[in-house]
């Protein structure tokens, strides 16, 4: 088992950041993959930004790329999604998860959650 606290949410202004973080707890974090998803009010949860356990190869969803990094600290077992740029549209609550399967993109390749963390952007 593993468990995930997300913190850093809040409000940010439009072309702002903010820097959500999520430690991890249970289990031998440097044996999982990493992902960032996140859920606007009446959307579906999207894909945000992974990362590979060891390797340390990361991808990004196009609405998100060049402007959010995640990255992870292994010995502090913790992942963070760095958010630049911010927009309105990135309003939505944030949820880091963990896997230790291969198509690392897909939320249902997923099988421990965090609660979320809410992010608000105004303009």
């Known amino acids: 088992q593993v468990q995930l606290v997300e913190s850093g949410g809040g409000l940010g202004q439009a072309g702002g950041s903010l820097r959500l973080s999520c430690a991890a707890s249970?289990?031998?974090?440097?044996?999982?993959?990493m992902g960032w998803f996140r859920q606007a009010p009446g959307k579906e949860r999207e894909f945000v930004a992974a990362?590979?356990?060891?390797?340390?190869?990361?991808y990004y969803a196009d609405s998100v790329k060049g402007r959010f990094t995640i990255s992870r600290d292994n010995p502090k077992n913790t992942v963070y999604l760095q958010m630049n740029s911010l927009k309105p549209e990135d309003t939505a609550v944030y949820y880091c998860?963990?896997?230790?399967?291969?198509?690392?993109?897909?939320?249902?390749?997923?099988?421990?959650w965090g609660q979320g963390t809410q992010v608000t952007v105004s303009s």
């Open positions: 990362i590979r356990r060891s390797s340390g190869i990361t």
């Open positions: 998860a963990a896997t230790t399967n291969w198509a690392i993109t897909n939320l249902n390749e997923y099988g421990y």
């Open positions: 249970g289990r031998t974090f440097s044996t999982f993959s």
